[in-house]
């Protein structure tokens, strides 16, 4: 922020954060046969509101298990250096870039594996995470990858060569970020400043379903930073704390507000913007049909959380739906 132009979105999303709750913005009207009535306000349902964002989460992981073959995955990590994390956050619709060349990177190692006319198939979840523990703007991608090719019977996947995956992606990535119209000079020094290609880790250890799910959707829908996290605030200055990623070091940051509020609505997505991509059988997989994923109504969400009915009146009936108020009673 600080004089730069503020995206739409980013107020339409804390406007929205703002007012949830509010029953002056909309509600539900209950009332019981005794006479004793109840207002429900609307929610906002926004990513960073952190009641509604755990919500999401939750709706959004029991979509990925629907989706999920049972087999473990292998989760890949994809990123690149600092150089280069500001032209995304100028110029977002080159995310897709960064989407693009990951899954076409994994796409090569699996068709000399197999060959190009290969009629078995894997599949790829990649998620964007925009942000780092400090929640500074560091866009890059997460993929959870089958251990196994499917076609009428399973194979063991592949092994995965760290050498290859690094210069593959920078190949890719540098190569649709030149044809988006990047300068030549920064891409050309680029490839001269990191001959070996981008950092690319591929984990040894393997996820099963349930993780890969919990994983994928761990910071799509939730707030970049949970309340926990923010220790104080005082005199215009929020006190936030993270183990560093690099040696797990506790850390205690002061950041002046405006900074802070800053690292937080950088993170808020474009209107539309997709920030979970499926490739192979995942992208044909819609899921089956659960009762589970549909969105729980916020009666049987409080009775879960909670262990009481907001709907039970004191006389002891439960109170019935009347009508809506959509700009509030």
């Not at 190569?175 to 680029?190: E, F, H, M, P, S």
């Not at 005082?234 to 802070?260: A, G, L, Q, S, W």
Request: positive net charge; glycine residues 6%; aromatic residues 12%.
């Amino acid at each position: 922020m600080h004089g730069a132009r503020v995206r739409a979105v980013v107020k339409q999303e804390i406007r929205k954060a703002i007012d949830c709750g509010d029953i002056k913005k909309g509600c539900a009207f209950y009332k019981c046969e005794c006479g004793k009535y109840r207002f429900v306000p609307f929610r906002c349902k926004s990513r960073i509101c952190n009641t509604c964002g755990f919500d999401l989460s939750r709706l959004r992981m029991q979509k990925v298990k629907a989706k999920l073959k049972n087999c473990e995955h292998r989760h890949i990590t994809f990123t690149m250096p600092d150089s280069l994390w500001s032209l995304f956050r100028e110029n977002r619709r080159l995310l897709q870039c960064l989407f693009d060349a990951a899954a076409r990177t994994i796409q090569e190692v699996f068709e000399k594996r197999f060959g190009k006319d290969t009629k078995f198939e894997f599949g790829m979840i990649s998620t964007l995470h925009t942000f780092g523990r400090d929640l500074k703007w560091n866009p890059h991608i997460h993929m959870m990858v089958t251990e196994k090719a499917f076609h009428g019977k399973l194979e063991q996947f592949i092994g995965y060569k760290y050498e290859t995956l690094r210069m593959k992606f920078q190949y890719h990535l540098l190569k649709r970020l030149k044809y988006q119209g990047v300068d030549k000079k920064l891409i050309d020094a680029t490839y001269k400043k990191y001959p070996k290609g981008f950092v690319v880790e591929a984990k040894k250890s393997k996820l099963t379903p349930q993780q890969v799910a919990e994983y994928v959707t761990r910071y799509i829908a939730r707030p970049v930073i949970a309340k926990k996290r923010i220790l104080k605030f005082e005199n215009d200055i929020v006190t936030i704390c993270y183990n560093r990623h690099e040696d797990d070091k506790y850390i205690e940051e002061n950041i002046p507000v405006m900074d802070f509020m800053e690292r937080l609505v950088v993170h808020i997505p474009d209107k539309h913007f997709n920030m979970i991509r499926y490739y192979g059988i995942y992208a044909k997989v819609n899921g089956t049909p659960l009762a589970g994923r549909k969105r729980p109504k916020w009666r049987d969400k409080i009775i879960h959380e909670f262990h009481q009915d907001p709907l039970l009146c004191a006389c002891g009936k439960i109170m019935k739906f009347v009508t809506l108020f959509p700009h509030g009673p």
